[in-house]
């Protein structure tokens, strides 16, 4: 249920300037949110599971409108060259904040689905202007988890996503 109130929330962002049908390069393997954005009518492009690490500029051969980027950033050693390396004039892109009540997020079995980066906002919009990017809207929310105990009760006040729309700097 979390996930779908996450798209839900991610899509009303991007709508909000962005209406279908623009042609966007979701960074990333498809994916049920990729699904998502076509189904809303969206020209959507996937990255094909590149090492984005070792690769940064495979995003480069995608020439779309808009480069979206929903909860990627962690998972990668060095999100600078990533964000150096995308074409496109504008990007959408969230992250999972920091939770100080929990530590950052690890798989016990898949190496690479863990969270290299747990970013504070401040932090992401520093990451993005240095890599050029100008941040013109941006909001965060809650990810509550309806079960009894003191960390579900702080999910439900704590900001645990946080998107951006930013544009590229000239």
């Known amino acids: 249920m979390s996930h779908q109130r996450r798209y839900n929330k991610t899509l009303a962002f991007m709508r909000a300037s ?5 042609r966007l390069l979701d960074i990333g393997t498809p ?5 998502q954005l076509a ?6 492009f996937n990255t094909q599971g590149e090492d984005l690490d070792d690769e940064p500029g495979a995003v480069a051969a995608y020439p779309t409108d808009v480069a979206t980027a929903f909860e990627i950033f962690e998972h ?3 999100p600078l060259g990533v964000l150096r390396q ?3 004039p504008v990007l959408f892109a969230s992250i999972p904040l920091r939770l100080w009540f929990a530590p950052a997020y ?4 898949n190496r690479w689905d863990q969270h290299f980066h747990e970013f504070e906002d401040w932090q992401f919009d520093w990451l993005l202007e240095k890599a050029g990017w100008k941040i013109v809207r941006r909001e965060k929310w809650t990810s ?4 009894p105990g003191i960390r579900p009760l702080l999910r439900l006040v704590t900001p645990r996503y946080y998107i951006v729309e930013a544009h590229r700097m000239k």
């Open 18 to 22: 962005l209406p279908p049908p623009a």
């Open 31 to 35: 994916n049920a949110f990729s699904a």
């Open 39 to 44: 189904e809303a009518g969206y020209q959507v």
């Open 76 to 78: 990668l050693l060095n």
């Open 86 to 88: 995308i074409q496109a």
């Open 106 to 109: 690890r798989h016990p079995t």
């Open 144 to 147: 509550p988890v309806y079960t």
